[in-house]
């Protein structure tokens, strides 16, 4: 991108930051005040902040905004259905059952599947995987993911892609406030949170359920659609959830750490040799600060899945090959 912007460019900018941004800085006030529930369960000293992709598009000139006619209504949607998620908490009932019978479980997965949800796993959410200033209403979490179009994927850096993309937020987004609805009507509490943004470290969380693990590029890859997919939670008040109780995928780092063709391939190079571990033992891939403006000039990159070995070659084929070397 030169350093001077189009004159479309400039016009996507401003009605960017006059329309678009206020409106999701407003969904973002609004899922603070979960925080003002005494019964919350609130982020930590140890929770990381978030890295907020609509404030960055805003604070950052030179970046592109991804108002693409053909993605727009995707994005729309996902404020719309990010401030639904946090307005439908009022609906909870004031004491919800707390158990769950394994019919009405059974009933609920096959439910969540219907949605065109890849996968579900179960797991307690810790209070450091809570971004800073947020809050979840409930200590259990529904963890979820969807797939997305490998064949569109392949394409990236592309139109293509990044029309995906936002759709797999989108419809993600619908699904977990369906789910949340769902439960709520089972006579359980309930709380959605959307795919964009979100209110946890959905990749630390699916991790803790069970769903995969992570590679050199930090994404989680899972056997189900490798690392071409989107994550989000359903938090809920429900004691007896089959949660998980250990992490079959640690096989991952070990393969990725021989591979290294993210680390290769990434455009802006982007992708750290080695991971940052914090303090708080948050481990850091990707310097934002290389990985970003790239990322919102380029059809939201997606680089690093579309060359993943997880994203061309069956997951159990790769770890056999692995293991019998």
């Known amino acids: ?102 019919k009405v479980l059974l009933e609920l997965e096959k439910y969540i599947k219907s949605l065109n949800i890849s996968c579900i796993g179960y797991t307690k959410v810790p209070q450091e995987y809570i971004f800073e200033k947020k809050a979840v209403a409930f200590e259990n979490a529904i963890v979820i993911a969807m797939n997305m179009d490998n064949e569109k994927i392949s394409t990236a850096p592309s139109k293509s892609a990044l029309k995906n993309i936002w759709k797999t937020y989108d419809k993600l987004g619908v699904a977990s406030n369906k789910i949340a609805r769902y439960l709520r009507k089972k006579g359980f509490g309930a709380h959605a949170s959307h795919p964009l943004g979100g209110i946890a470290l959905y990749p630390r969380l699916a991790e803790k359920a069970g769903l995969g693990g992570f590679g050199r590029s930090g994404i989680l890859i899972t056997p189900i659609n490798g690392p071409t ?75 690093c899945i579309k060359v993943c070995p997880f994203n061309k070659v069956d997951y159990n084929k790769l770890k056999e090959n692995f293991e019998n070397k």
């Open 1 to 102: 991108m030169t350093s001077r912007m189009s004159t479309v460019d400039k016009i996507k900018k401003l009605v960017f930051k006059k329309i678009g941004l206020p409106r999701v800085l407003k969904v973002y006030e609004l899922e603070d005040t979960v925080a003002l529930k005494k019964t919350s369960i609130k982020y930590s000293n140890k929770s990381p902040s978030r890295f907020d992709i609509p404030v960055e598009f805003g604070r950052r000139e030179q970046v592109d905004v991804p108002l693409k006619l053909r993605t727009t209504r995707h994005i729309l949607s996902s404020v719309r259905n990010s401030k639904q998620a946090v307005l439908d908490l009022k609906n909870n009932d004031k004491d919800p059952k707390k158990r769950i019978e394994e």
């Open 229 to 303: 997919l989107r994550l989000t939670a359903v938090y809920t008040n429900i004691e007896n959830l089959p949660l998980n109780e250990k992490n079959e995928h640690d096989w991952i780092m070990d393969y990725c750490d021989k591979c290294g063709i993210c680390v290769k391939e990434c455009p802006p190079k982007a992708i750290y040799e080695e991971p940052i571990v914090h303090e708080t033992g948050r481990v850091t891939h990707i310097d934002n600060e290389k990985c970003f403006p790239y990322f919102g000039n380029n059809f939201a990159c997606t680089v």
